[in-house]
T-cell receptor
Framework: EVQLVQSGAEVKKPGESLKISCQGS????????VGWVRQMPGKGLEWMGV????????RYSPSFQGQVTISVDKSINTAYLQWSGLKASDTAVYYC??????WGYGFDSWGQGSLVTVSS | SYELTQPASVSVSPGQTARITCSGN??????SYWYQQKPGQAPLLVIF???ERPSGIPERFSGSSSGTTVTLTISGVQAEDEADYYC?????????????FGAGTKVTVL
């Protein structure tokens, strides 16, 4: 069974750094892109970027380029999303999702989401 | 930047048919995907590559494409289908396509 398991909820203060994780199992992790999607409270889905674990090729949405860093450690089947200086506006649920390489640009399996709350 | 346009809401009685449209200029050139999201849950893929249904998704969910518009159809709507539905695709940017989601459609079962 394909699973993407994300790290738990975080409460941070503005300016702090954070790295959340997404661990894949039940499939060949290196063969599928992993994407990150933001959902702010009461709002829709926003694509942030994707990474290919096989070669670490990373692609960012222009809206998030320079604001976050996406990385991967394929030895432990885990992708990461990190911030170096959080803002209150980063409060959201963040989802990771798997994108098959020969599938176009959609996501077939999603993590459970990681709630990030940034508040002073 | 590229946008996908969906209606904000659709209301339907149980057993009737709900149709959700999604419009975008690049849809003739890029596949579309549809996700169902219920409150407090992660999105669930219900249609991929315009018309294909993942295993485990009920047959009442179907997708179609015509020009710059794709449509998610839910035939014989059930109460459990009440959710937000998002279409998603990509543009044709260089050096790589940018992924885009529609704003979402809230389906209410009356």
């Amino acid at each position: 069974e394909v699973q993407l398991v994300q790290s738990g909820a975080e409460v941070k203060k503005p300016g702090e750094s954070l790295k959340i994780s997404c661990q894949g199992s039940g499939y060949s992790f290196s063969d599928y892109w992993v994407g990150w999607v933001r959902q702010m409270p009461g709002k829709g889905l926003e694509w942030m970027g994707v990474i290919h674990p096989g070669n670490s090729e990373t692609r960012y949405s222009p809206s998030f380029q320079g604001q976050v860093t996406i990385s991967v450690d394929k030895s432990i089947n885990t992708a990461y999303l990190q911030w170096s200086g959080l803002k209150a506006s980063d409060t959201a649920v963040y989802y990771c999702a798997r994108r098959p390489s020969n599938w176009g640009y959609g996501f077939d399996s999603w993590g459970q989401g990681s709630l990030v709350t940034v508040s002073s | 930047s590229y946008e996908l346009t969906q209606p904000a809401s659709v209301s339907v009685s149980p057993g009737q048919t709900a149709r959700i449209t999604c419009s975008g200029n690049e849809l003739p050139k890029q596949y579309s995907y549809w996700y169902q999201q219920k409150p407090g849950q992660a999105p669930l893929l219900v249609i991929f590559k315009d018309t294909e249904r993942p295993s485990g998704i009920p047959e009442r969910f179907s997708g179609s494409s015509s020009g710059t518009t794709v449509t998610l159809t839910i035939s014989g709507v059930q109460a459990e289908d009440e959710a937000d539905y998002y279409c998603q695709s990509a543009d044709n940017s260089f050096p790589y396509p940018l992924y885009v989601f529609g704003a979402g459609t809230k389906v209410t079962v009356l």
